[in-house]
């Protein structure tokens, strides 16, 4: 029991310190224009690599993910509705499935 504390209070301050040190740390406004624009893409990258690997495994058949991911990327890149590019994708995954 006392062992699960420590881990649940080594998980607290790692947490804390993660979120408090960029704040008390760099205080300073980024004056690098590579490092600013790097920065800006850094929440697309993170969102994209934890999606991504989940996108191919999410029906435990990756013929059939592939098939709804390349329907979905063909909408969006048509500017569809998001709603169009879901019901899309979900049917492409459905009908690469059925046959």
């Known amino acids: 029991m006392t062992e699960q504390l420590i881990y649940i209070a080594v998980m607290a301050v790692i947490t804390y310190l993660i979120r408090v040190l960029p704040i008390t740390v760099f205080r300073k406004e980024i004056t690098s224009q590579w490092l600013t624009s790097f920065l800006y893409y850094v929440p697309y990258a993170v969102l994209a690599a934890l999606t991504f690997p989940a996108i191919f495994t999410a029906?435990?058949?990756?013929?059939?993910?592939t098939a709804g991911t390349l329907v979905a990327l063909v909408l969006a890149y048509f500017d569809t509705g998001l709603v169009i590019v879901a019901v899309g994708a979900v049917a492409?995954?459905?009908?690469a499935g059925i046959f």
């Open 59 to 65: 029906t435990g058949n990756v013929v059939t993910s």
């Open 92 to 95: 492409g995954a459905l009908l």
